[in-house]
């Protein structure tokens, strides 16, 4: 089953003395519970694809459609809806809020879901802090961690609401080898055994070649694509 399916994307950035067309009509569809890897060089478009599928940024033309139902043209406020209800957002930079604990970390997308009630947080973030192996730093600050350690916290924060799809940017970019492979091996459990969808940027063939499928951009076409699921 389709769950995410891109049509025709295009995007360009402006500024005072030219424009630079980041995507140029790209389609890409994502079933449920497949994995898909964007590859290619730096400044060829990925992280842009990346924003433009989980509906962080608008495309200037095309559409995207989650489960046949078209929501790129979506007002502000339903579009921030849809991608709190769907997408689980992973940075390279893991975006932790370092005055905060692990817990309070893994709990800020739970805070604006509300049709989750609050008396089961604790019991969704711990779930996620054990099975990304932290859940004994769940009071630490997350700055007194290491790389491996926050990254692992940036993941539990993404799978807390159970959101069907996996956005990763560069997940094991600032990672050693060790950190690369446990991340990964997380990624692709969660996405198999929990049936859902990851879509990941990375400059790393080996990485890309663990997932099913694996696109590749250059200066925003999309130039080719090769499976590797079974």
């Not at 449920?32 to 924003?51: D, Q």
């Not at 692992?152 to 959101?163: K, S």
């Amino acid at each position: 089953m389709t769950q995410l399916c891109a049509t025709q994307l295009s995007k360009s950035y402006h500024n005072y003395h030219n424009s630079v067309q980041a995507i140029k009509h790209v389609s890409l569809s994502v079933a449920t519970g497949e994995s898909v890897a964007i590859i290619g060089p730096s400044g060829s478009g990925k992280s842009t694809l990346l924003n433009l599928l989980g509906l962080v940024i608008q495309p200037d033309e095309g559409h995207v459609k989650l489960d046949n139902l078209e929501v790129s043209n979506l007002s502000d406020s339903k579009l921030c809806r849809v991608r709190n209800t769907t997408f689980g957002y992973v940075f390279q930079d893991f975006a932790l809020l370092d005055h905060l604990t692990v817990y309070e970390n893994i709990r800020i997308p739970l805070i604006y879901r509300r049709e989750i009630p609050r008396r089961t947080h604790r019991q969704r973030i711990r779930a996620a802090a054990e099975a990304l192996g932290i859940a004994d730093k769940l009071h630490r600050h997350t700055d007194k961690l290491s790389g491996g350690e926050r990254q692992r916290v940036a993941i539990a924060r993404a799978i807390a609401c159970d959101q069907s799809i996996l956005l990763a940017d560069e997940p094991t970019g600032s990672l050693d080898q060790d950190n690369k492979d446990t991340v990964m091996t997380l990624l692709m459990r969660l996405c198999r055994e929990k049936n859902k969808s990851l879509i990941i940027v990375t400059h790393d063939l080996t990485i890309a070649q663990q997932c099913d499928r694996v696109v590749q951009l250059q200066a925003g076409h999309l130039v080719a694509e090769a499976n590797y699921g079974q």
